[in-house]
């Protein structure tokens, strides 16, 4: 018997070349926009992400990196090594753990990161600028939940599930003064109240 498809191949077609056409434009903007937001830090795209991924995942490995970070591992393990030189990154091994190297923002690497939201100036994203009228009619900015569909499809809900539970550990961290972000500043305690709700 032959295997019938519950939808058309055109259809099929017609999705893939859609999400594709409008992924690509989105990410040309956001990559635009990034590379502008953090070039007075001497960073480029793959370093910032591997310095916020850093952050969030606070003790990751190489190959959390570039599975978190959606890149290859010699990326991950390449642009950490520059971190590292610049004195950013900090490598080591964990004692119940010697066959992998996990990476750790040093305090430098920390302050870089704040300075970074610090200079974080929405005017100058584009697909925030876009989402604007969105928020203005809804009241809200528009929701994620059919993308993120599609990716745990691709990715696995691992990587959503983590995703979407650093991305909750990174919004705690967050204040906003003066219109500018900040980290908080947290006792040892209130860091591990976070840590355990993620």
């Known amino acids: 018997m032959e295997h019938q ?3 058309s191949l055109k259809q099929s077609v017609m999705f893939s070349h859609r999400l594709a056409q409008l992924s690509k ?10 590379q ?25 490995s190489i190959t959390d990196i570039a599975n978190f970070g959606v890149m290859h591992v010699s990326t991950a393990f390449n642009f950490s090594k520059k971190l590292e030189a610049r004195g950013l ?6 004692e119940n753990d010697k066959r992998n190297t996990y990476i750790y923002l040093t305090d430098e690497g920390k302050e870089l ?22 928020k203005e009619l809804y009241g809200k900015f528009p929701e994620f939940s059919e993308l993120l569909s ?30 500018h972000l900040c980290i908080k500043s947290l006792s040892d ?6 840590s355990k709700s993620s």
């Open 5 to 7: 498809t519950p939808h």
């Open 25 to 34: 434009a989105l990410w040309k903007s956001v990559e635009k926009d990034w």
């Open 36 to 60: 502008a937001w953090i070039k007075p830090f001497n960073l480029n795209l793959n370093e910032h992400h591997i310095l916020w991924i850093s952050y969030q995942l606070d003790g990751a």
């Open 89 to 94: 990154l900090a490598f080591s091994k964990k």
């Open 113 to 134: 990161l704040l300075e970074t939201f610090r200079s974080y100036d929405e005017h100058t994203y584009s697909v925030y600028g876009g989402a604007l009228p969105i």
């Open 150 to 179: 599609i990716v745990r499809h691709v990715y696995g809900s691992d990587f959503v599930d983590r995703f979407e539970s650093s991305l909750l550990k990174f919004e705690d961290c967050l204040n906003e003064e003066d219109g």
């Open 189 to 194: 305690n209130e860091q591990e109240d976070i």
